[in-house]
């Protein structure tokens, strides 16, 4: 489906956030201002931004222990995530959860998962409740190739088949399962293909193309809000950044510059100005703005409260400030 341009700038927008954001983690995690388990997400913006551009609000996704991406591409407070990442009271999660646990049910994200393909259950339940309420909600889960070899993948294709629920399953093929390489952890690398023996619709796509992402996500989305069942779309991707902050990774020489070459944001950016839909002081004005909006994130961050040490044996302690 032709996109507008405003459409298009969004996207390029929400990636730039995302990136911007995970530069910024990876100093303050550097610093120490940030500490935990930081799975960064750069290199794979044009998978969450994609997705998520054809979500709603009240649709909710299942994100993975990589998800600071997907709680910005969904509309998760900005301040609100840096706050949880450096674990004060103001966070998503009152500080309590920290990188892999983003919570905002006001805008349907229902949490990260720190274990490999955690989430991908998780949101049958979710599409489950979107069946059983007779609405046209979608429910969506993002895991990396790592966690389609878990065999609660299989389990979960195989019950979303057969009560044809409205689950998006989001293989974000990065290449990596921590430092192993998919090459050396999967016998055939086709996850989209294992869809078939469910008799759901499987895709593969450019990860690295916002675009295809996002039109890939829309026709399933579309065909699950019909009450065609579930989809599985596989996003090849790239992981830039090694697994996590304290375990270093090893490529092969020129792996990392050949996928730079194919950077998400600069590819939709180039289109853009090819197009003449974007000028360079456009492009200026998005940068500075983002950056403002990220540097404002972590004012707000570093000036709240640390959380009552109490409050995390308080069963009624109230999440983005709702009232228990």
């Known amino acids: 489906m032709s996109l507008s341009v405003d459409e298009k700038r969004t996207l390029l927008r929400t990636m730039l956030l995302i990136r911007r954001f995970e530069e910024k983690v990876k100093v303050l995690y550097a610093k120490k201002t940030i500490d935990g388990a930081i799975h960064l997400y750069i290199g794979q913006e044009a998978v969450a931004a994609g997705v998520c551009a054809v979500l709603r609000n009240d649709d909710c996704i299942f994100s993975s222990h990589r998800g600071h991406g997907h709680a910005i591409a969904k509309g998760a407070d900005l301040n609100g995530i840096m706050a949880e990442l450096m674990g004060r009271d103001t966070g998503l999660s009152r500080g309590h959860g920290g990188s892999m646990h983003l919570f905002s049910t006001a805008v349907g994200l229902m949490g990260g998962n720190g274990i490999v393909g955690g989430g991908i259950p998780l949101a049958l339940g979710g599409a489950f409740s979107a069946q059983y309420e007779g609405t046209d909600r979608v429910s969506v889960t993002f895991f990396s190739?790592?966690?389609?070899?878990?065999?609660?993948?299989?389990?979960?294709?195989?019950?979303?088949?057969?009560?044809?629920?409205?689950?998006?399953?989001?293989?974000?093929?990065?290449?990596?399962?921590?430092?192993?390489?998919?090459?050396?952890?999967?016998?055939?690398?086709?996850?989209?293909?294992?869809?078939?023996?469910?008799?759901?619709?499987?895709?593969?796509?450019?990860?690295?193309?916002?675009?295809?992402?996002?039109?890939?996500?829309?026709?399933?989305?579309?065909?699950?809000?019909?009450?065609?069942?579930?989809?599985?779309?596989?996003?090849?991707?790239?992981?830039?950044?090694?697994?996590?902050?304290?375990?270093?990774?090893?490529?092969?020489?020129?792996e990392k510059e050949k996928w730079l070459e194919k950077d998400p944001i600069d590819r939709l950016r180039v289109s853009l100005e090819e197009e003449g839909a974007v000028s360079s002081a456009e492009l200026e004005g998005l940068e500075h703005d983002v950056a403002a909006r990220i540097e404002e994130a972590v004012r707000f961050g570093t000036e709240s409260p640390w959380p009552d040490p109490d409050a995390a044996h308080n069963r009624r302690w109230a999440v983005e400030g709702d009232q228990a």
Do not use: W
């Open 145 to 254: 190739d790592g966690g389609a070899n878990q065999g609660v993948f299989s389990e979960a294709l195989n019950l979303a088949a057969l009560f044809r629920l409205p689950v998006l399953f989001v293989c974000e093929n990065n290449g990596y399962a921590a430092t192993t390489p998919v090459t050396a952890s999967t016998a055939r690398i086709d996850i989209a293909g294992r869809a078939k023996a469910y008799g759901v619709p499987g895709v593969t796509v450019d990860g690295n193309n916002a675009l295809a992402v996002r039109d890939a996500a829309e026709q399933a989305v579309g065909g699950m809000r019909r009450g065609e069942g579930p989809h599985l779309l596989e996003c090849v991707t790239y992981r830039v950044e090694p697994h996590c902050g304290i375990i270093a990774d090893e490529r092969a020489p020129g």
